[in-house]
Every structure is written in structure tokens, then in C-alpha cells.
């Protein structure tokens, strides 16, 4: 590198780096909001259903009868709530009082001591259909268990064709924040990269200094590496922040290599900021550049990524159009490396998709970034 | 002087007059080696909303070196689009640029390695503090690390800013910044420097120092100087003159060789015993008459021809005063394109359908003690002013003087911190909203809505002022043939052009014939032509018992008016009429005192005076 | 008066419609958005990548397998020879689980004995596990109930499940209604929080100001283009939510409309309130940005109120976007009347009334 290039990146460097720490929206973009977003997500957003309001009708307490209903009181699952009837339960799931019931008909212990295979009612509310299917799942485990139980009692095992035995792996506490913290992460790369410098470079043509800076002696390449470094280490500020805190607050383990994780969050950010330039640089209005920053970034990242919902269950359009989507590719590698370990044949493809997309919008903000007003 | 007939617009001055010395005349003549900027038969068009627009026609002209060449011409003309051609920003559609011997078009870096650009608005990085300001461009300049102290001291002493190195550039004043601006452009020393409206919105005190500081770098360092401005008395300051318009060179010779070209046709009129303002006004119905301006007590008028001025048209008991005076290159400029504007020369008085005289003889604003602090910074500082029924008021300070401030709080658009403002005997942040139909305001920017048509806009404002069938649609026809805006009727009015979106603004402020017109810097960014026809229709208001208030920078404007405050630093530094407010001061060398020179008398008087950390109030003058 | 209120409506129409890319910028994106993420936003099981080692050659386990063959929430990506197979399968993404049958599985079933098997489920994401987890207990016990009759064995009790209101479960019953709420507040957030600021950067507002029009004038006039393209756009995503995704609508409209207004001017006032307290367009964006983002998590729109802790459960009474959301869904889905959703009523009411004053009281008041 000649001298002089060398100084000039240098002077743009500082002058980047002392706007970004004297305006306090660049700031609390960088900071603020992705310690809101974790702790929001880290405590707020969780998909296991806990204490589940559940209406209980036993309409005749026998032992039978009870000691179903007793593995309800058992499980942090639910919260049940004793009714006498069951046209009183269905009232209370009408009014979203519980969100389902279990009914147990005044013959059931008669029935049972008769081996007539008693029906035990279960309803849920199926508006939110994720919950009921949780619910549906936790009921079952209940009723299996308590059928081991008087299996057990009676002196018996309980025969059942094929028993399930059942390993969750990498998670085997099913705990969704380890899961949704490392997504948070990819949504909170891709605010600080595309958003913070979506603004930039629109600002300087609004602000009259760009036309300053084109006279000067200074190249494309070194406005826009001068513009590249001090984001991209708020960036790795930002995310060393949020590691901290997925760390130290919610426990999420890292079963991969540190420096892995490093290097691949590096690149990604090195394609966010370059989404970031591309939207500065192609609209020139700050206003314009956050919109667009906003719909076509922040909010794909935030449902398309895999973050939250499954790309494999979604149709194959939709399916297709996630491979455009930087943040894909990223929340893959995290929850590999979060909870996996360093699986190079997850972390290679996917690194390679991102190479490929940072060295497009990197180089259509070179080739759109001209040192003239045309 | 026995003269030929005034060569008529459009024709070269050089056609009249032997400039004295040899002249890069601006024809296709070789380019002259030894000049710093030649360009020849350049042209440049733009493609706005799928119109074709021409910038500049076939501009030639030749640049010399080791001088102050100004490029003056009002709005539009072409003025910022030259300076970026020059400085290899924009690409010519024909012809070629040379600077300093080196082709713009094929090197452009090249080009900016070596030249200084300072662009109209100056990209200073408010959030950096002078000194980080310096040194970002240093180091773009690649400016050794040895040689920057020494450079630095240079430059801030020579724009007296040395003792503000760690002050954030976005709190200096505005004339700092454009200081600051023109130093960052020099922190290595360019052989050639393009400015393109270096002085525009700075108040004369650093309109003067700016001036020093291009004087002595032509002199010290040979520097050769090309700078664009819309004052007019600037020209003078020259050594030559490009004059401009519409996209094509006019004339380029000495400032003085344009004046000349109306010796002859400049007259000073006095008549003691009549109001200015009609006294103006008889003298504009005369046909004789290009053009009458009030100068203080007296009115200046540039002549049609070179007979001698009769004073035809004025009542004949009153004793009239004409002398000829030496022309300005001003007057040139008038008399040059006021021709053009055809419609400028008809009857530019507005006349108000109905007009109240509810508040004749009294003070229609009183302010008293007004004070405005945010945080603990006073904005305005205990001010006090009253302005009588009828009276054209103006509000005269540099920028950040507190002259907004105030205008505001008058609108009631900001709450007072202390003190008290009444508009036509109420407060208009308390008073029921029915009062604020008394008063008109146009703000300093143009402020109505862009996307909307001239119709809408009006159809608007005429419904919000509470106007209704037919008196509002009488008003918005009046509207439309008093300020010509017909044929921009279904206009997009941000499309309009700059002295018609100033048109509209005034004809929203007028419709629903207010007795109080608030005028916040009515005229900034408009050019001299377009700002005499809007002084002639503020008259004729006032004559109506229109009572005014005005804020301006610009120092001739102060003459138009019948009161004035200049403010500084938030506070009053003197009150009274224009010639009260110069007398005690001296002007150049065998010339009266302007309005100028009595601004920066009082503002260097208070600044000594804080210097000298006396009483805050101390400085109060009364005229 | 009625006259300049209805001038300023105007006027704030022609502002927000006259020019094509701010109509295409308010009509356009939400319809895309209501499509990708109508199709993208579910929790439903899929297809999901099941890889099966069946070490044993019977017919039980080649039945047993065959259920999990046909079943549509799974689909076999491959089926594996060894155990050392498993691992590197699942850790690269390759199958979301494995399904292994040991080599005994069909003679134990023969001689009555249970056959073990084992699932192995990517834990990566974990709600996904549990949904294929469920999947795959459901056919079990399916197979153990069908297969226990077949031997004349029953057992002591059974589970009879049903859903109310959503029989098969399907997730996007529950999102898509989610996101008429959704959408119908950024839209509305979006022309609300920048007419202000925009006006105050432009200038405009002063201008607005110093004429006679009273502040609560000045409220309906901003107020009145973000309610008609709130509910507009709201109306549009009903339609194309009945029509296009079929969801079912049971309840009345004329019970949901009431509340899509309520909700609409509630999403005003708070858009109105950032844009009266920014200064210029930059921060009223932030501002509604930061406004959405919490507003969109705490609403309970991709995970239950429930399930949050209770502090945050507390913040989201303050939240419009929860009242509604819970409103829309329940007249969707279970046909609820105006009797059961009374209590998240006028919380809403109370938001819009209070955000509107504040918003009404700033046009003047805010210091700068």
C-alpha cells in the first residue's frame, strides 16, 4: 500500500470512528437495542408452555379417578383447575379461562375395574395450534406414565408392542432459549450491519460532504474502506456484547470452537455492512435507505432465517426464496456451533453461500460508487 | 464622456470598451497556456422528470492566473454546475476544461490532486471538532505530519479561529463554518481554488475576513481564485468578472468596465419632505425610470437613457433633489437583465381587497424583556422592541443572533421562557385561535406543501384561515393574477421556480388579508431581481397599514425598512431608523456611510466590549 | 370549522397519495408481506427429513417402519446401514432424526415381549424437536393401540383428544389472523410517525400552525389517512385471508370491525406521539422501530403471553397490538361475540384515548 493511501484510509477511519461515537442513534443501535433484543428474547420468548391453565372435571372421585387427576398436580406443566361439571370447563375455555380440559366421566373408575378401556375426554383450544399440540403431547406423557404406575401397582409391566425410547440431542432439556438466543444473534448482526451503515453513506450526500470528500484525493476503494472498519468493529463490539450476555445470562452452551464462531460472525457481518452500502448507495435519501433497510433486511432476517420458524416445513417458493437471505445461511452456522460443535459440513457450504453473497454487494457498491456527481 | 448608445443585452462589453489590460477574451480563441482554467464551447444538460435542461451553452472563457476572477449571475444561471465541471465532478456533454494545463475531463484525479474545491455547502463533519475537521483533510491530502503544525497555526490565525481548535464544528457560527470551510480546502495550498458562494448567509463581519483571507492568499501565494457569488457588491472585489446567465457568459472583463457601460445613468434623488416609499414609488411610474431603489433617506434610480433625470410625476410643492451618482456594477446588472424580466417592470403593488385600520396609531407588537433560554444558553436575551401600525420593522443580526428565536415566539410557535409578547394587543400561544387569522407568515425556507399543486396549496390555506365559497374562491383568483401564478396553476409547487415558490408562499400569507405579515428571511436565496419586485409589493402592503416584520441578512434590505433592531448574541445592540443607525459611522473613503459598515461598526464595538468581559447590557446603543 | 377540518383531510390525502412511489410504498409491501409470511410463518411439521435404521428384517418392524413411511408430517431421506452412520447424518443437518430398530425387535414382539426402539431427534431447534417428537409418540401409540387389539389386549383407559375451534391443528390458522394485527399496525405506525416529522422537517408544520386551525383539528385531520389505510389494508388482508388461505371466519364482522377501529386509533395515537416527539424523519423511524420490535414480541404473536416471565407479562397490558390480537384470532377462530372479549376492549380504548390526547397536546407543546 502506497503512503499515501495509507494515510488517507487512516483519516478516514478516525473521522468514521469519532461520528459513530458522538451521535448516540449510532450507539444505541449498536448497544442498546441488541441487549433489548436479547433480553427480550433471552427471558420474554419462550415456545415451552408452562403452567398450562387446565380445567379438571372428575365427576365421581374414585381412586381411579383421582389418581389420574393427581398427575396433574404433579408437573410444573399445568395449573389445573378443579370444575364440577364439564358444561362449566367448556364455559371456561369459551372465555379463555383455561386453554383445555380434561374430563373424566362419572363411570370411568367402574369402567376401569371392568377393563372396559374407559374414554378419558381431553379438549383443547386449537386457536393457537402450536400450544394445543404442546398441551396434547404433555397430556399424553401423564396418561402414559400414570399407566405405568397402576401397571407397576398391580405387580405387572406394561406390555406395550414397541416401547419409544427418545434422545433429543444438543438439547436434550429441550430449552428453547438455547435455540433462540443464537437466532437473536444473527437478527442483531444484520441491524447493526445493514441498518447502522445503510445511513452513512446516504448522509453524507445529504449532509453536502460527500461532494467535499470526491475532490479531495481520495479513491472509491478507500471511502469505502474507510467506511467498512470502524462498523465493522462496532459490529464485533456489538456481538462480543451479546456472546457476553448469551453466555453469562441465559446459559446457552458453546459447543463449537470460539474462534470458528468469531470468524464466520466476521463474515457475515462483512455481507451485512455490504448490504448496508448497497441500499446507502443506491438510494441516496436517509429516510429512503432505512425504509428499505428496514422491509427488505431486518424483517426477512427476523422470519425467513430459520430463526423462529422451520425453513423445511415452509413451501418450496418460500423455501427458495430463503437462499437469498444472508441470515439463512448465518443461523445455520450458529446453531451448529452453538449447540453441535465445529461441523464443518454445515459450516463450509454455508460459508461459502455467504463469501459468495458479500463479494456481490461489495462489489456492486464498488462499481455504483462513482467519484463524480452523474 | 461621450459614449455609444448601451450596447443591448446580450452583446459582449468588449464590443464598447477596451478592457486595460489584455483579456482572456472569451471567444474560441487558442486556449492561453498560461491561464489556470480554460474551457471551451462546454456544454452540459440535465434530464430532470424526463426534461431536458440546459445548464450551460457553449460556455468559453479563460481563467487567469495569480487573481480573484468572480463568477456572478443570479439564480439558475449555471454558476454551480460550471464549478463542478471544473472540478472534474460532473462530465461535459461537449467541449473540453483545462486546468492548470491538465485535462479535467480525461484526469480528473489528477485534477483534484492539485486544486482546491470548496463546494457551496461546505461537507464540514459537524460532529468533529475544528481541529479533527483539519485533520481528516490533512490527511486526505495527504499533508506531512511535520509540516501540519506549522500550516495549522497559519490558517487559524489568518480566519481567526485559533482559540476554538476543540470546538465542535457544528457549533460555530455560520460564518466560522464557511471560514473553517475555505481553511480545510487549504490545508495544502492549491494553485488554483474554485469557491463556489463561499459568502452566502454569513453576516458582513466574516464576509469581510473571508475576503481577507482570498486577498492574501493571491498575494502571499499566487494562488489563482475562482469564486461564484450572488451579492452583487461583491464584484467590485474582483479583479475580473464572469458574468453569467442563463446558462451563458454575458460578459467577462473588469468589474469597473461593467459599470461603466451606465455612466451616466445613475441618479440619487431626495425629496426631505416626502415619504420614502412613495417618493420610490412616484419615481417607478415614471417612464424614464429603469429602476428606483431606496438607499437610506434617498432613492437610487438607474435611468433609461443617459438624458438627464426629470422629476416628472411628483407633486410640484415639493422640492426635489437629483444628483448623479458613480454607477455600481449592480446598476450594470439591472440594467442588463431587468429587461428580461418583462413582467417585472408592470405595477408590482399588491392591492388588498379590504384593509382595517382597527389598529392605526398604535403598537401593534410589543415585546418587552422577552428572554429564551435553552438549558442554560440564552437565545434571546431580555429583548424589547415595539413596532408601530403601518411600519415596515426589520429584525437585523448574524446568523444565531436570536433573530428566529424571537420571530417565533412572536408566532407563538415557541413558548417564552420569560418576559411577554403581544401581536395585535394578545399573545398568540394563549390567545384563542380565531386570533392567529389576524396575522400572515412565511417562513424562511419554503414551507408549503411541495408535492401538492399551486391550487391545492392554496385551495388549502384559504380553507384553513377559515375562508369559504365565495369570498375564498375571490381570494384564490386574486391570488393567482396578483402574483402571475396562473399558468402554475396545477403546478407541483416544488417544481416551481425559486421567485415563484417565494410568490406563493407570500400569496398563502396574504389571502386572508391579515393586519400583522411575519417575514422570516423572505428574500434569502432569491436573486437581486426577483428581491426588488418582492420589496416593492412589501411596500405598498405597508401603505395599506400592513404592519411588517422582517428578518434578513442582507444589509441593503435594512434600508427599506422604516425600523430596525440589530441583534447579537441574542440581545438588542441598537434600535432606530437605517439613518440614525449609520450615522456615527464612517464609511470607505469619500462614501457615505452604508448599512454595512454601520453592522459591523456595532458588532466589532460589542465584541471588543465582551472582550473586555464588561456589563452584559452595557452595549445596549439607542439611536 | 367542519370545513377546515375537512380541507386539512384532504390536504393530507392529496400529501400521502398524490405521488406514485409513496401509494405503491404503503400498498404494495404489505400485500408481500402477507404472503411470504402466510406461507413462512408456521409451526406445522412438514416433511421433516427422517432417516430410518432398521437392523431387523420381520415384518413388525418392516410395519412398523411403513407407518412412519406414509406418515405426511415425515418424509425418509434415506435409509442407513449402521449406527456410526447416525451422527454425522444428524450434525450436518442432513435429517432432522433417525429412527433406529434394533435387530430383535420382531422376534421380541413375537414372543410378547416389547420391542425397543429409539428415536433420535436434532435438538437445534428445539420447538421443532418437540413437534417431531409428538409426531412420532402419536404413530407409536397409534401402532401399540391397533396392535394390542389385534392380540385381544386392551388398555386400562384411553385418550380421547380433540381440538376445539382448529380441529387439525394447523398452525397458520393461528398466524395468519396474527398477521392482519401485524401488518395493520406497521402500515398504520408508518403514516402516522412520519406525517408529523416530516411536516417539522419541512417546515410545513409552522406553517400549519400559525393559521387558526385548533390542535384537536389539526388530530383528526393527521388521524383520518392512517385510520382509512389501517382499516383499508386490514380489510384487504381479512379478504385475502378468507379467501385466499381459507381460514375460517366463524365470528361476525360487525363485532371485529368495532374493534379493528379501536385498535387502528390506538395504533395512531402512539404514531402521532413519536412523530410529534421527533425532530426530524430519522428519529421518528427510530422511534417507531423501537416501538415495533417490542410491541410485535410482547404481543404474543409468534409465542404465548403465557409463557413469558411475569414482569414482561405485566409490560404487555401496555402493549394495543396483545388486545387485539387476542380479539382477531378469537372472531376468527371461535366465532367469540362482543361479550367475551369485553375486558380486552377497553384497555385498547383506554390506550387510543390517552396516546391521542398526549399526541394532541404536543403538536404545541414539544420544547425545542
Given at each position: 500500500m502506497k503512503p499515501g493511501r495509507l494515510l488517507r484510509v487512516k483519516g478516514m477511519i478516525r473521522k468514521e470512528w469519532l461520528q459513530v461515537i458522538r451521535d448516540p442513534s449510532s450507539i444505541a443501535i449498536a448497544f442498546f437495542l441488541p441487549m433489548l433484543l436479547l433480553l427480550i428474547f433471552g427471558y420474554g420468548v419462550s415456545l415451552d408452555a408452562k403452567n398450562v391453565r387446565i380445567a379438571l372435571v372428575v365427576e365421581q372421585a374414585d381412586s381411579q379417578s383421582l389418581s389420574f387427576a393427581g398427575g396433574f398436580y404433579q408437573t410444573s406443566y399445568f395449573a389445573p383447575l378443579a370444575l364440577n361439571s364439564i358444561q362449566e370447563a367448556e364455559t371456561a375455555l369459551r372465555q379463555s379461562k383455561v386453554d383445555g380440559i380434561v374430563w373424566l366421566r362419572h363411570n370411568f373408575g367402574r369402567d376401569y375395574l371392568r377393563k372396559d378401556s374407559p374414554p378419558i375426554g381431553v379438549i383443547v383450544n386449537g386457536v393457537d395450534a402450536n400450544t394445543a399440540r404442546l398441551i396434547e403431547g404433555y397430556v399424553q406423557g401423564i396418561w402414559f406414565g400414570w399407566l405405568e404406575q397402576q401397571a407397576e401397582r398391580a405387580g405387572k409391566k406394561l406390555q406395550s408392542p414397541v416401547q419409544l425410547e427418545q434422545r433429543i440431542w444438543y438439547n436434550p432439556e429441550v430449552r428453547s432459549t438455547d435455540f433462540l438466543v443464537p437466532g437473536v444473534l444473527a437478527v442483531i448482526m444484520t441491524l447493526i450491519g445493514a441498518l447502522l451503515t445503510a445511513l452513512v453513506i446516504a448522509r453524507e450526500w445529504e449532509r453536502g460532504t460527500m461532494e467535499a470528500l470526491l475532490v479531495t484525493r481520495i479513491s472509491v476503494v478507500e471511502i469505502l474502506l474507510g467506511k467498512l472498519i470502524p462498523y465493522f468493529i462496532l459490529g464485533m463490539g456489538g456481538l462480543a456484547l451479546s456472546l457476553a450476555m448469551a453466555h453469562s445470562l441465559f446459559h446457552v452452551p458453546l459447543r463449537g470452537s470460539l474462534w470458528l464462531l468469531l470468524a464466520t460472525s466476521a463474515l457475515f457481518l462483512w455481507v451485512a455492512l455490504g448490504m448496508g452500502f448497497f441500499i446507502s448507495t443506491i438510494f441516496k435519501s436517509q429516510f429512503v435507505a432505512a425504509l428499505v433497510a428496514m422491509v427488505s433486511t431486518f424483517l426477512p432476517a427476523f422470519i425467513l432465517s430459520g430463526f423462529i420458524f422451520d425453513i423445511q416445513s415452509m413451501p418450496p417458493i418460500i423455501q427458495g426464496l430463503t437462499h437469498l437471505i444472508a441470515a439463512r445461511y448465518y443461523v445455520s452456522i450458529l446453531q451448529t456451533l452453538f449447540l453441535v460443535g465445529d461441523v464443518w459440513s454445515v459450516v463450509l457450504p454455508n460459508a461459502a453461500a455467504l463469501v459468495g453473497m458479500g463479494l456481490f454487494f461489495h462489489g456492486m457498491v464498488y462499481r455504483k460508487t462513482r467519484k463524480n456527481l452523474e | 464622456m461621450a459614449r455609444p448608445a448601451v450596447s443591448p443585452l446580450h452583446s459582449s462589453p468588449h464590443a464598447a470598451f477596451a478592457p486595460t489590460a489584455p483579456s482572456a477574451a472569451p471567444t474560441g480563441a487558442a486556449p492561453d497556456s498560461a491561464a489556470a482554467l480554460v474551457l471551451d464551447q462546454v456544454r452540459k444538460t440535465f434530464t430532470i422528470e424526463k426534461k431536458q435542461i440546459t445548464a450551460l451553452d457553449g460556455v468559453s472563457c479563460a481563467i487567469r492566473p495569480g487573481m480573484v476572477t468572480g463568477l456572478i449571475g443570479p439564480d439558475g444561471a449555471g454558476k454551480t454546475t460550471l464549478m463542478r465541471l471544473c472540478a472534474g465532478l460532473l462530465t461535459p456533454d461537449q467541449g473540453s476544461l483545462r486546468a492548470l494545463n491538465i485535462d479535467v475531463v480525461r484526469e480528473p484525479l489528477k485534477v483534484q490532486a492539485s486544486i482546491g474545491y470548496m463546494p457551496q455547502r461546505f461537507g464540514l463533519y459537524e460532529d468533529l471538532t475544528v481541529l479533527e475537521n483539519l485533520d481528516l483533510y490533512a490527511d486526505l491530502q495527504g499533508v506531512e505530519a511535520e509540516a501540519r503544525a506549522e500550516r495549522y497555526?497559519?490558517?487559524?490565525?489568518?480566519?481567526?479561529?485559533?482559540?476554538?481548535?476543540?470546538?465542535?464544528?457544528?457549533?460555530?457560527?455560520?460564518?466560522?463554518?464557511?471560514?473553517?470551510?475555505?481553511?480545510c480546502t487549504l490545508v495544502r495550498p492549491p494553485r488554483l481554488l474554485l469557491l463556489d458562494e463561499p459568502t452566502v448567509g454569513v453576516d458582513p463581519v466574516s464576509?469581510?475576513?473571508?475576503?481577507?483571507?482570498?486577498?492574501?492568499?493571491?498575494?502571499?501565494?499566487?494562488?489563482?481564485?475562482?469564486?461564484?457569488?450572488?451579492?452583487?457588491?461583491?464584484?467590485?472585489?474582483?479583479?475580473?468578472?464572469?458574468?453569467?446567465h442563463q446558462g451563458k457568459i454575458l460578459g467577462h472583463d473588469h468589474p469597473r468596465a461593467f459599470s461603466q457601460q451606465v455612466e451616466g445613468r445613475t441618479w440619487q434623488v431626495r425629496a426631505p419632505d416626502m415619504p420614502k416609499r412613495a417618493l420610490q414609488r412616484a419615481l417607478s411610474h415614471n417612464p424614464a425610470v429603469l429602476d428606483a431603489l431606496i438607499l437610506g433617506k434617498a432613492i437610487r434610480v438607474v435611468s433609461r437613457d443617459r438624458t438627464p433625470l426629470q422629476p416628472i410625476g411628483l407633486p410640484s410643492e415639493i422640492a426635489v433633489e437629483v444628483a448623479p451618482v458613480a454607477p455600481r456594477f449592480e446598476d450594470y446588472f439591472v440594467a442588463t437583465l431587468k429587461d428580461d424580466h418583462a413582467a417585472a417592470n408592470g405595477d408590482n403593488h399588491i392591492t388588498l381587497r379590504q384593509t382595517s385600520d382597527r389598529l392605526a396609531g398604535q403598537d401593534v407588537i410589543t415585546v418587552d424583556n422577552l428572554v429564551r433560554r435553552f438549558g442554560d444558553f440564552y437565545a434571546v436575551d431580555h429583548v424589547g422592541f415595539r413596532v408601530r401600525h403601518g411600519e415596515i420593522f426589520g429584525l437585523l443580526g448574524a446568523n444565531g443572533a436570536g433573530?428566529?428565536?424571537?420571530?417565533?415566539?412572536?408566532?407563538?410557535?415557541?413558548?417564552?421562557?420569560?418576559?411577554?409578547?403581544?401581536?395585535?394587543?394578545?399573545?398568540?400561544?394563549?390567545?384563542?385561535?380565531?386570533?392567529?387569522?389576524?396575522?400572515?407568515?412565511?417562513?424562511?425556507?419554503?414551507?408549503?406543501?411541495?408535492?401538492?399543486?399551486?391550487m391545492q396549496n392554496l385551495k388549502f390555506f384559504s380553507s384553513a384561515y377559515g375562508l369559504r365559497g365565495a369570498r375564498r374562491s375571490g381570494q384564490i383568483d386574486w391570488a393567482l393574477s396578483t402574483f402571475n401564478l396562473e399558468p402554475f396553476a396545477a403546478t407541483e409547487s416544488q417544481s416551481l421556480p425559486l421567485g415563484f415558490k417565494q410568490r406563493l408562499a407570500l400569496a398563502v400569507a396574504l389571502m386572508h388579508e391579515p393586519e400583522v405579515l411575519f417575514l422570516d428571511e423572505p428574500t434569502s436565496g432569491v436573486d437581486p431581481l426577483a428581491r426588488r419586485e418582492f420589496w416593492v409589493q412589501i411596500n405598498s402592503l405597508a401603505d395599506q397599514g400592513v404592519t411588517v416584520l422582517v428578518t434578513t441578512h442582507f444589509m441593503e434590505e435594512a434600508e427599506y425598512c422604516d425600523r430596525l433592531v440589530i441583534m447579537a448574541d441574542g440581545r438588542v445592540l441598537a434600535e432606530g431608523t437605517p439613518e440614525a443607525m449609520k450615522e456615527g459611522f464612517s464609511g470607505g473613503v469619500g462614501r457615505e456611510a452604508t448599512m454595512e459598515d454601520a453592522f459591523i461598526g456595532l458588532l466589532e464595538a460589542n465584541r471588543n466590549e465582551a472582550n473586555l468581559k464588561s456589563a452584559p447590557q452595557a452595549a445596549k446603543a439607542s439611536a | 370549522m367542519g370545513h377546515r377540518i375537512l380541507a386539512l383531510i384532504i390536504k393530507e390525502f392529496l400529501a400521502l397519495f398524490r405521488d406514485k412511489k409513496s401509494r405503491m410504498a404503503v400498498i404494495v409491501p404489505p400485500i408481500f408481506q402477507l404472503l411470504v409470511f402466510g406461507y413462512a410463518a408456521t409451526f406445522d411439521l412438514e416433511h421433516a427429513a427422517l432417516a430410518i435404521l432398521n437392523e431387523d428384517t420381520g415384518g413388525f418392524s418392516r410395519d412398523l417402519a411403513g407407518r412412519f413411511e406414509r406418515s405426511s408430517g415425515f418424509e425418509v431421506v434415506g435409509y442407513l446401514r449402521s449406527e456410526a452412520e447416525i451422527a454425522p447424518l444428524i450434525d450436518r443437518g442432513g435429517a432432522l432424526l433417525a429412527l433406529h430398530i434394533g435387530p430383535q425387535c420382531s422376534s421380541d414382539a413375537a414372543r410378547g415381549e416389547s420391542c425397543n426402539i429409539q428415536v433420535l431427534i436434532d435438538g437445534r431447534n428445539s420447538n421443532t424437536a418437540m413437534l417431531a417428537l409428538n409426531y412420532v409418540r402419536s404413530i407409536v401409540s397409534d401402532f401399540n393401540e391397533e396392535r394390542a387389539e389385534l392380540n385381544g389386549v386392551k388398555l386400562p383407559a384411553r385418550l380421547n383428544m380433540r381440538a376445539w375451534f382448529n380441529p387439525n391443528l394447523e398452525s397458520r390458522w393461528f398466524i395468519v389472523p396474527g398477521i392482519i394485527a401485524l401488518l395493520a399496525m406497521i402500515v398504520t405506525l408508518v403514516v402516522t410517525a412520519l406525517s408529523v416529522a416530516r411536516e417539522r422537517e419541512a417546515g410545513t408544520f409552522d406553517q400549519l400552525l400559525v393559521t387558526p386551525l385548533r390542535p384537536w383539528e389539526i388530530l383528526i385531520g393527521k388521524a383520518m389517512p392512517g385510520l382509512l389505510v389501517g382499516v383499508g389494508e386490514a380489510s384487504l388482508i381479512i379478504a385475502v385471508a378468507v379467501f385466499w388461505f381459507k381460514i375460517p371466519l366463524v365470528g361476525q364482522l360487525s363485532v371485529l370491525y368495532p374493534a379493528l377501529i379501536i385498535y387502528v386509533l390506538s395504533i395512531i395515537g402512539v404514531g402521532l406521539m413519536i412523530s410529534s416527539f421527533s425532530a426530524t424523519l430519522q428519529q421518528a423511524l427510530l422511534g417507531a422501530f423501537l416501538f415495533i420490535v417490542p410491541a410485535v414480541i410482547l404481543s404474543g404473536f409468534s409465542t404465548p403471553i403465557a409463557n413469558m416471565p411475569a414482569f414482561m407479562q405485566a409490560l404487555t397490558y401496555l402493549d394495543p397490538m396483545r388486545y387485539f390480537l387476542t380479539i382477531v384470532r378469537r372472531v376468527f377462530l371461535e366465532g367469540a361475540g362482543i361479550e367475551y372479549f369485553w375486558h380486552d376492549l377497553w384497555p385498547m380504548s383506554i390506550i387510543a384515548a390517552v396516546t391521542l390526547a398526549m399526541a394532541t397536546w404536543l403538536f404545541r407543546h414539544r420544547m425545542y
Open positions: - | 497555526a497559519q490558517l487559524l490565525a489568518m480566519a481567526g479561529l485559533e482559540g476554538f481548535r476543540g470546538r465542535l464544528a457544528g457549533r460555530l457560527s455560520g460564518g466560522m463554518k464557511q471560514k473553517l470551510g475555505l481553511v464576509r469581510r475576513e473571508l475576503w481577507q483571507i482570498v486577498y492574501h492568499l493571491v498575494e502571499a501565494e499566487g494562488m489563482s481564485v475562482l469564486l461564484s457569488t450572488a451579492y452583487l457588491d461583491e464584484a467590485e472585489r474582483c479583479a475580473e468578472v464572469v458574468l453569467i433573530k428566529t428565536t424571537t420571530f417565533r415566539m412572536l408566532c407563538g410557535l415557541l413558548p417564552i421562557s420569560s418576559g411577554a409578547c403581544t401581536v395585535a394587543g394578545m399573545n398568540l400561544r394563549t390567545a384563542a385561535a380565531a386570533a392567529r387569522a389576524k396575522i400572515g407568515y412565511m417562513a424562511q425556507k419554503f414551507s408549503l406543501y411541495g408535492n401538492l399543486s399551486v | -
